[in-house]
């Protein structure tokens, strides 16, 4: 795999929004970072996700809270494989309250976001503006997956190969930052585990640390200590690569991936905040939630021509509705005939 580092360049940490810690790494205040976005863009980032997708904001949690912190001021210096997603968020606004930014010297909090060919632009904008919001100093790591036959074939194990290369790739870096294998953290919940995830058996074959798992915080509660915290992601639906879409046994191509990524963008440009367009190769399949089944029915010509428009020659809605992982179901399916 071909691996591009760049700096972000004008990505600073503002004024005012370092972590400022005691002795021991505490921070010495309490920080919210929303205050740091725009009005439009918070506007853009709010999902409609319901009430019960946020656990209660109880002392059990808090407590949580305050381990993870400890955890990672433990270890120094965190190199957070930053996403822009909930789940890193609270990674990186952890790591900044308890050791403060990234200060050059092997100590502070540090992100690295992957801008990887599966990685949508309307993504990747977000996650820099939440890494300003947050005060996270943040290095942009510029590679393809197509590099990688194995990840391309798109089989059960496509997701396993996409983290594999990441770690390894964040792996090599970690060395020039004076850090080792065991500070570089993935946004990994307990929700994550009982999922398909061949991702999580890649990180950890890497040596890689999931805070969140040690810290025993679920996804509803990651999202409850978001919100105390003031990250304007606490509410962001989780957003998997664009290669999710695909689906497993359709091999992967650069005009599938901005077809897809063209198709969601025309779905959110009618209003939608959490939904997928799935990828059947000349058929798109729209998932929304149950309860907008019926305004994407009355959006249905808008909908067709968008997507037809993009390159597909058939366009569905699925009744099930959204659920994430849909794909997923294709291999429980194709197990049990087996």
Not at 35 to 50: D, K, W, Y
Not at 60 to 86: D, F, P
Not at 106 to 115: F, I, K, P, Q, R
Request: contains cysteine; aromatic residues 6%; charged residues 20%.
């Amino acid at each position: 795999m071909r691996v591009v580092w760049c700096c972000w360049k004008g990505r600073t940490v503002p004024s005012g929004r370092r972590g400022r810690s005691r002795a021991g790494g505490r921070p010495a205040e309490t920080h919210t970072f929303f205050s740091g976005l725009s009005t439009s863009h918070r506007v853009q980032t709010i999902a409609a996700l319901p009430t019960e997708s946020v656990a209660p904001l109880t002392p059990e949690v808090l407590a949580k809270l305050a381990h993870l912190e400890a955890l990672i001021a433990a270890k120094g210096a965190v190199l957070v494989a930053y996403s822009g997603g909930v789940d890193s968020a609270l990674i990186a606004a952890a790591g900044v309250r308890a050791l403060g930014a990234w200060n050059g010297a092997g100590h502070g909090a540090l992100g690295v976001l992957a801008d990887s060919s599966t990685l949508a632009r309307h993504e990747l904008h977000l996650a820099r503006a939440t890494a300003d919001a947050i005060g996270l100093p943040v290095e942009e790591l510029t590679y393809s997956e197509f590099d990688n036959p194995d990840w391309a074939a798109n089989d059960g194990t496509r997701c396993y190969h996409c983290k594999k290369d990441l770690a390894v790739a964040l792996n090599a870096l970690a060395p020039r930052l004076g850090l080792g294998r065991d500070q570089i953290a993935f946004g990994i919940t307990t929700s994550d585990l009982g999922d398909h995830r061949p991702g999580i058996q890649a990180t950890q074959e890497e040596g890689a640390w999931h805070p969140l798992v040690e810290a025993e915080l679920s996804k509803l509660e990651v999202r409850a200590l978001a919100r105390h915290l003031g990250l304007p992601v606490w509410d962001k639906p989780a957003t998997p690569c664009l290669s999710s879409r695909v689906q497993y046994g359709e091999h992967i191509t650069a005009d599938t991936l901005h077809r897809i990524e063209q198709a969601e963008e025309a779905v959110r440009g009618l209003g939608f905040r959490v939904f997928r367009v799935r990828h059947h190769d000349r058929l798109a399949r729209i998932e929304v939630p149950r309860d907008e089944l019926e305004r994407a029915l009355s959006l249905r010509e808008a909908l067709v021509s968008a997507l037809k428009a993009v390159g597909y020659t058939y366009v569905t809605l699925d009744l099930v509705g959204f659920r994430s992982g849909a794909m997923n179901e294709a291999l429980v399916h194709d197990g049990a005939k087996a």
